[in-house]
Nanobody
């Protein structure tokens, strides 16, 4: 059974940094593209970044390019999101899922809350 567990969120001041982690289980992690998504209050969930199975290619939503870096460790079944130069508009619950842009798992983790505020 597939499972996703996100962690690493918190309260940070504008300009600060956070590193999110997502541990996946129940499928062969190393075979799949993984993505991060976020859902801000009152908004639809949106795709943020994706990384292919071997980790040598990634793509980002325009508003986070140059500030966020997605990476993965296939030995640990974990995908990361390093977030730098955070802005208040980055405030959201962050989730990971399998796939690129369109999630391919019906299950979602609990997410991890990121609040960017002074």
């Amino acid at each position: 059974q597939e499972r996703l567990v996100e962690s690493g969120g918190g309260l940070v001041q504008p300009g600060g940094s956070l590193r999110l982690s997502c541990v996946a289980s129940g499928f062969i992690f190393s075979l799949h593209t993984m993505s991060w998504y976020r859902q801000a209050p009152g908004k639809e969930r949106e795709w943020v970044a994706g990384i292919i199975n071997l980790g040598d290619s990634a793509d980002y939503e325009d508003s986070v390019k140059g500030r966020f870096t997605i990476s993965r460790d296939n030995a640990k079944n974990t995908v990361y999101l390093q977030m730098n130069s955070l802005k208040p508009e980055d405030t959201a619950v962050y989730y990971c899922n399998r796939g690129y842009r369109t999630p391919t798992l019906d299950v979602w983790g609990q997410g991890t809350q990121v609040i960017v505020s002074s």
